[in-house]
């Protein structure tokens, strides 16, 4: 089993950057993908990135792709998001998952642990 808690949210100008992190609990935590979802008010929980096991392969939907980027530290079992560039349109809660899938999944049934959310609002 695995905690997840998000940190980083926050309000940032349109242009501006933030930098999420996932701190997981777990000796585990080697043992997931790592999966960030966003949900925007009135809007279905959607993938953001993904990220397998070991780090080596990574996903982006259409929307971030060259402006976020994904990464993981799994001797320190914590997963990041740096988002650059962003946009008023990229305002939601933002979630880490976990899921023990050997490769990349973008489904919400895919991943078995959730983080409580962190709100990212980008102002225009």
């Known amino acids: 089993q695995v905690q997840l808690v998000e940190s980083g949210g926050g309000l940032v100008q349109a242009g501006g950057s933030l930098r999420l992190s996932c701190a997981a609990s777990?000796?585990?935590?080697?043992?997931?993908?790592i999966g960030w979802f966003r949900q925007a008010p009135g809007k279905e929980r959607v993938i953001v990135a993904a990220?397998?096991?070991?780090?080596?392969?990574?996903y982006y939907t259409d929307s971030v792709k060259g402006r976020f980027t994904i990464s993981r530290d799994n001797a320190k079992t914590a997963v990041y998001l740096q988002m650059n560039s962003m946009k008023p349109e990229d305002t939601a809660v933002y979630y880490c998952?976990?899921?023990?899938?050997?490769?990349?999944?973008?489904?919400?049934?895919?991943?078995?642990?959730w983080g409580q959310g962190t709100q990212v609002t980008v102002s225009s």
């Open positions: 998952a976990a899921g023990p899938h050997l490769h990349i999944a973008t489904m919400i049934t895919d991943y078995d642990y």
């Open positions: 990220i397998t096991r070991t780090g080596r392969t990574t």
């Open positions: 777990g000796r585990t935590f080697s043992s997931y993908a």
